[in-house]
């Protein structure tokens, strides 16, 4: 008896649920039906819908670096419903913002863009040289504003982490029982790590690594440099040979430290960068090295909104496989 040719499913306007949005869901064996469908819409939502790839667009530059830092270069972007709009025009999967942003617009913009509530932040008045952020949201206000999913940032490398670690499993256990999703912003930073160290590859990959031990969905990460901080990691880098001479290398390792790629990693996009093709360049080894995508925020909205639209579309393309 002839078997019947399988079936693959690709994603559609209509149909959404790719067998790679399936793929990815199964990854997250433990999770309830809840939890489970906020992933899926992150995954299914704008013009990446389906492709397994993201893009995010994450305002909470303007608590941890200031006003004027973030938005005088771009007037426009002092109003919070502008970074809706942006997010909605371009096609982002989500927008990411503290509980201020986030309020601020979302009845006028109710179920048309997912949203990801920061639990907390950190600003630079006291920028302490082991940074705890404080609590700024809770999870009762992710459910109130329909956000599908919390987000908190961890410290690794900070005198306080373990303070950090104890409170995201407190949220993600809050979070994962209303079948909300949790995404980690895992940023090494404090006075064990140098500032070349905070993007070393063998801590990048190390902080990935944490947030997904803690029970992150998501993990955001910045870009990691070919630096390795740590003597006994350079060590197991140079014995095991781990391939990390360009950005696609490191970025695949960064993956393959989150449970060998069953967790989705998404990188950071870093300080505006006036030259766009720079950023593309980032999003085609993010891409080449089986990276998840990018939450890419000044880089963004420091942008007119026309030129930030065609900026993001351009990156999501390059993602989707539309731009070389």
Known sequence: MATATPVVKSPTASNPYSDRVREILS??????????????????????????KLVILPVDQGFEHGPARSFASNPPAYDPNYHYKLAIDAGCNAYAAPLGFIEAASARHAGEIPLILKLNDHDVLHDEKDPFSAQTASVRDALRLGCVAIGYTIYPGSARVQEMYAELRKFADEARSYGLAV??????????????????????????????????????????????????????????????????????????????????????????????QAVFDEARAIRDGGGFGSIIGRNSFQRPHEHAVKFLQTIMGIYGGEVE
Do not use: M
Request: hydrophobic letters at 40%; aromatic letters at 6%.
């Open 27 to 52: 990854w997250y064996e433990s999770d309830n039906p809840g939890t489970k469908a906020n992933i899926a819409r992150l995954l299914t939502h704008g013009r990446l819908a389906g492709t397994g």
């Open 183 to 276: 995404v980690v912003w895992s940023y090494p930073r404090g006075s064990s790590i140098s500032k070349e160290g905070e993007t070393a590859i063998d801590v990048v990959a190390y902080a990935a690594h944490i947030a997904a031990q803690l029970g992150a969905h998501v993990i955001k990460v910045k870009l990691p440099t070919e630096h390795i901080e740590q003597a006994e990691a350079a060590k197991a880098y140079a014995k095991a040979k781990v391939p990390i001479a360009t950005l696609a290398e490191r970025v695949r390792h960064v993956v393959q430290s989150s449970f060998d790629g069953r967790r989705i990693v998404i990188f950071s996009g870093g300080a505006k960068k006036d030259d766009d």
